[in-house]
């Protein structure tokens, strides 16, 4: 009797354990400012009254509004002008015309991994072609200026052409940098997007490294001759293509492509927040500095939580800086 006693009270532990598990606590949580109206420059100080588990607070400056905490688009309508930009240093060599850059609104990605439709697709496709508004120059280090993307607002691929001519013209190196797309935003903000964001492809017409294959391209260690080099790309923001010389017959009919993923022009970095508690730490103020006039929505997330989920609490307030 008594070891069916003990095992029915171990249940009933088990069971009370459980729904413990399941208890979160309610939220206590309050924020006071000391004003609510300050000129640039001078601190606002918020009394936090109750003691949750975490907070996490937004200044209701751009980049860090709560409101946006989630967003991964732009409104169109928020957008003044979007542009793409890069420089292209053409070195050694003496080929000409090496480079071409093209834009499009409609190209649908390679599969990746039937060539011989990724090759039909990439030199039957509709591109427009924008390497004379470029001006790119051989032998030189060209800036392509800012180029308007006004025709691009739904979307578009940016895609480089490296082609070798003959078997006895020595190919030039090709080093693009500084490759960026830029949304000035009628607030005033300016959102980019570098090269390493643009996540390229590469293919090669008539492949000539040693695995004859195709979607090649070289991502660590030493440059390959002929194959698109993104070795630098996430680092400094640099793409390198190394022609092959004279001596070098197997180069001559390079045919590579460099090809982004559509590229959404009002794509966005959902807006953060400062987390200023955590489980191991107690705060009963908090202090910020507006150095820009404007009013500002500012906002505590606070909330408490454990395995089983959690409860959070928003406080919002206007903060008007002069």
Known sequence: MKKYIFIGGMIVLVLQSACNKMTIEDVDFNVTPDKTVV?????VHFQLDGNPNFITFFSGEDGHKYINRNRIELDPSEIEQSTLSFTVDSKYGTQTNALRIYLSKDFPGLTQKDTVADRSLIQTHAWNDITEQCKIADGKVTKTGDLDLKEYQNGFVLAFQYKGNT?????????????LVSNKLKNGALVQTKGDGMNFSCFDIKPSNKENNCYKKVVSGSLIQGTWSLIELAKL???QMQGGSNTHATWADNDDWLISEKIKLNSCIPDTGEAIKNMNRTITSYSYTFNSPGIYTVSFLAGNANVDGRKVVLKEMTIEVK
Not at 39 to 43: K, L
Not at 167 to 179: F, H, N, S
């Open 39 to 43: 000129t640039a420059g001078e601190p």
């Open 237 to 239: 923001n640099k793409i």
């Open 167 to 179: 078997q006895t013209t020595p190919q030039r190196t090709i080093v693009i940098t500084d490759l």
